[in-house]
């Protein structure tokens, strides 16, 4: 039976995109061209979920067709990529479309990235590199059958039933990446994992090989731990998928300490991924494994394991506190204090972190100090001071210089 999903384009789509499908609609008629929306959009309208990002396949070379479209049209080409003949298109009401060329993909060897091949092929061939089947879900665009829903692997009866497919069972082997992609998508819809593609997936973990391309698996992890839910650091330990980049990870973290990091409000929202990641890999052994992390992420990896070796401080000991904490990126002391549990990091954050030494060399000078190394001794006794509650303006701090302070000279 067909399915024809024009009601719903219509409905889910924004006027804006409506009018951009529209034009390359035109221009496709006029090339004697196909073209398909694919893939995550055509999920997300059925679904009836917020439709963010349109991508189209042309059945032919998308790069020919968008030179086209913009020089007969009121839009132009942001991007290209020659290699997989991709375009990205801003329309003049600032909608942008992904134009793909269909194209077979194919793995040569564990741990590479695949090789495209086959520009323009049918779609039918194009859908067979795809994750899932509820991704392999196309719209055409162009022909008697418009809006006809192309589906060759019964992606919409899994759609209908919740369930997340795989197309073949050597997926997880090709790109290992798509088993945290299998548990966002899970998670985000409250899908299930269909039971054969969650053993394929088990004996992939449990079997797991070295050479797995971590490249696509760093940023899906990201775009899994934005998911705003409970459990999902949980469900990447009960799934075993953190088998992919750690032999050691938390069990589970505490997620009222997440909540309370959040709001003393000393990350970006778009950071919480990495805390969770982090979770997953500060303990572990694999230290061949190379998630691609920045050196500031790896820093924050390191100054964390070294605050968790140095032990729980003791809360009334402020001077201990500031010197454990005074140098350390506030991402790593959210990471330790998720970890520990270190109240004094809560203090610290609260209120040590606050207490500065309010004179400066200047007033030195004006004291009757000659500048030198003796001065960064001179400030840290008045901060220790501080940290004890006292000198609180910086008038008692003048006069404990003059009071307590030695001159070199004397
Ligand atoms: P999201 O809603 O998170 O953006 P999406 O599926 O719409 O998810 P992309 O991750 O950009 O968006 O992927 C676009 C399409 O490309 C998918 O629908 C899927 O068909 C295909 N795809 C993406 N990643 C993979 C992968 N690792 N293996 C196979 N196909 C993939």
Same mark, same amino acid.
């Given at each position: 039976m067909s399915v024809f999903l024009e009601k719903e384009f219509y409905e889910m789509l924004s006027e804006k995109m409506k009018a951009a499908v529209s034009i390359s609609c035109l221009a496709a008629k006029e090339r004697g061209v196909d073209i398909f929306l694919i893939g995550g959009i055509v999920r997300d309208i059925i679904l009836g979920n917020e439709i963010k990002d349109i991508d189209i396949a042309v059945q032919s070379d998308a790069v020919g067709f968008c030179e086209y479209l913009a020089s007969k049209y009121d839009c132009k080409i942001e991007s290209t990529q020659e290699k997989l003949r991709t375009s990205k298109v801003r329309f003049n009401n600032n909608v942008v479309i992904d134009f793909?060329?269909?194209?077979?993909?194919?793995?040569? +060897?564990?741990?590479?990235?695949?090789?495209?091949?086959?520009?323009?092929?049918? #779609?039918? *061939? &194009?859908?067979?590199?795809?994750?899932?089947?509820?991704?392999?879900?196309?719209?055409?665009?162009?022909?008697?059958?418009?809006?006809?829903?192309?589906?060759?692997y019964s992606g919409y009866e899994d759609i209908k039933n919740k369930q997340i497919r795989i197309l073949h069972k050597n997926s997880f082997v090709d790109d290992p990446s798509r088993i945290i992609r299998a548990?966002?998508?899970?998670?985000?819809?409250?899908?299930?994992?269909?039971?054969?593609?969650?053993?394929?997936? *088990? +004996?992939?973990? !449990?079997?797991?090989?070295?050479?797995?391309?971590?490249?696509?698996?760093? !940023?899906?992890?990201? *775009?899994?731990?934005?998911?705003?839910?409970?459990?999902?650091?949980?469900?990447? =330990?009960? +799934?075993?998928?953190?088998?992919?980049?750690? &032999? !050691?990870? #938390?069990?589970?973290?505490?997620?009222?300490?997440?909540?309370?990091?959040? !709001?003393?409000?000393?990350?970006?929202?778009?950071?919480?991924?990495?805390?969770?990641?982090?979770?997953?890999?500060?303990?572990?052994?694999?230290?061949? =494994?190379?998630?691609?992390?920045?050196?500031?992420?790896?820093?924050?990896?390191?100054e964390t394991q070294n605050m968790i070796l140095s032990g729980i401080v003791d809360i009334n000991d402020n001077e201990k506190i500031y010197k454990k904490y005074n140098d350390k990126i506030d991402l790593s002391l959210a990471l330790y204090f998720v970890i520990s549990g270190d109240e004094s990091v809560i203090k610290f954050l609260n209120v040590l972190k606050q207490i500065k030494v309010l004179i400066n060399g200047n007033d030195l000078i004006e004291l009757g100090f000659i500048p030198s190394k003796y001065f960064s001794e001179i400030f840290e006794n008045i901060l220790k001071e501080k940290l004890k509650g006292l000198l609180k303006t910086k008038e008692e701090e003048i006069n404990f210089v003059k009071r307590h302070i030695k001159k070199q000279s004397d």
């Open positions: 793909a060329s269909t194209r077979e993909e194919k793995y040569d +060897s564990p741990g590479v990235l695949p090789s495209a091949f086959n520009f323009g092929c049918p #779609l039918n *061939q &194009d859908v067979k590199r795809r994750d899932f089947t509820i991704n392999t879900l196309a719209i055409k665009l162009t022909g008697d059958d418009k809006y006809k829903l192309i589906d060759y548990l966002k998508f899970k998670e985000r819809f409250d899908f299930m994992i269909e039971p054969e593609t969650y053993s394929i997936m *088990q +004996s992939y973990l !449990n079997n797991i090989s070295k050479d797995i391309p971590l490249e696509r698996i760093k !940023n899906e992890f990201r *775009q899994y731990f934005m998911i705003n839910k409970e459990n999902i650091y949980g469900e990447i =330990i009960k +799934s075993n998928a953190y088998k992919l980049i750690s &032999d !050691n990870p #938390l069990k589970e973290i505490n997620t009222d300490r997440i909540k309370k990091m959040i !709001n003393l409000n000393i990350f970006k929202e778009t950071e919480i991924w990495f805390l969770y990641v982090a979770c997953l890999i500060v303990n572990s052994n694999c230290t061949d =494994i190379n998630l691609n992390m920045t050196a500031f992420e790896n820093k924050i990896i390191s």
